[in-house]
């Protein structure tokens, strides 16, 4: 039997659509509407990619979009300097700066300028602090976790007591999600590069959350039949048979997964979209807040 396909992609789509109401409405009501500042940093082909889109969304639903494409060798101070100008801009209600930052910048310092309340990227030290600990509400969650863990809602997917397992643990993606999986009451379990025997940790996973950045690694016989699959990898592959040369696949072998998977996300079309539609709940949020409306 052949897995239900996570669409992520309308499942996005249907939640722009909700955005795009309420940022309609707030408009009717204030006359405001919700801004989103981007911060990119450098000439990352990827980087550069998503935040257009990112920018492209939110012209999609009515959320303003500020840009601001620095040099690569921008230097810390001045990049601490834009933070800080825009913390202080009451149209902005949200400031991302797309990650990873340049190497001679200090990351944590630059994340910990965010204004808390501005912190739509979640990745404040505070927010990822509070996202560590039981019953302390983080004013934002990153969004790509918030991503999955939305999937897995919108498609019925009963998180609680369940065995989840985890590949991979980044700042970014690996550890939030696990986080909010461990709050759902999965019984959790993360994996690593220093993992032993993989497939035999893999294969006791209900819900297998995968975000290691290693195209079609996690194969058909490594997972349990019925297992709910969330592919967070987003891998560009050599193939000459594509206008741009190569195509985008997975941390998951999709087509031998889907033959023993109950359900299973597609890359792309799957988590991608969802990390887009979840930083602009979070903008929305944001200015709901700022608003006082919640
Ligand atoms: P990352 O920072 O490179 O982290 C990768 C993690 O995977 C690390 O914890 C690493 O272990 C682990 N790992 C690497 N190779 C492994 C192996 N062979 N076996 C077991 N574990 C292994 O990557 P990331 O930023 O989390 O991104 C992961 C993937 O998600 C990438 O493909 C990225 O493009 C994608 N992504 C997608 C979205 C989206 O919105 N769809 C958003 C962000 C990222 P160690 O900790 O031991 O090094
Ligand atoms: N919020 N996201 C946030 N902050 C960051 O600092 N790095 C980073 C981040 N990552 C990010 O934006 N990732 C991302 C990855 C994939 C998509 C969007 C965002 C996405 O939409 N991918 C499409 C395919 C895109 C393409 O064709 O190139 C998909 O369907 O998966």
């Known amino acids: 039997m052949s897995a239900k396909i996570i669409d992520g992609k309308a499942i996005a789509a249907t939640i722009r659509g909700e955005i795009k109401a309420e940022v309609e409405a707030m408009k009717a009501q204030y006359n405001k509407v919700p801004g989103l500042a981007a911060v990119l940093v450098g000439e990352r082909r990827d980087s550069q990619t998503y935040v257009r889109m990112k920018k492209r969304a939110c012209a999609e639903v009515g959320i303003t979009s500020f840009g601001y494409d620095l040099p690569g060798d921008t230097s810390q101070e001045d990049l601490l300097e834009v933070v800080r100008e825009l913390n202080a801009n009451p149209d902005v209600h949200g400031i991302l700066v797309q990650l990873p930052l340049p190497d001679h910048i200090d990351e944590e310092e630059i994340l910990g300028a965010i ?9 404040h030290p505070l927010n990822i602090g509070r996202l560590s600990m039981k019953r302390r509400d983080p004013l934002f969650v990153p969004c790509t976790p918030k991503g999955c863990i939305e999937l897995l809602d919108r498609t019925g997917v009963e998180i609680e007591g369940k065995r989840a397992v985890v590949l991979g643990r980044s700042n970014i993606v690996g550890l939030p999600v696990a986080m909010l999986l461990l709050h759902r009451n999965a019984t959790l379990t993360i994996c690593h ?3 032993k025997d993989l497939p035999s940790v893999v294969r006791e996973a209900d819900i297998l959350v995968a975000a290691v950045g290693r195209p079609e690694m996690v194969r058909g016989d490594w997972v349990k039949p019925g297992v709910v699959v969330i592919d967070v990898g987003v891998n ?3 193939d ?3 206008e741009k040369g190569y195509r985008l696949v997975g941390d998951v072998a999709f087509d031998e997964v889907k033959e023993v998977a109950a359900a299973i996300t597609p890359v792309p079309g799957g988590v991608g979209p969802m ?9 929305l949020d944001s200015a709901k807040r700022a608003l006082g409306m919640e």
């Not at 990390?275 to 903008?283: E, K, P, V």
């Open 115 to 123: 204004s808390l309340e501005k912190d739509v990227d979640g990745f």
């Open 193 to 195: 590069s220093r993992t």
């Open 236 to 238: 560009a592959v050599d």
């Open 240 to 242: 000459p048979t594509r």
């Open 275 to 283: 990390t887009i539609a979840m930083l602009l709940r979070n903008t």
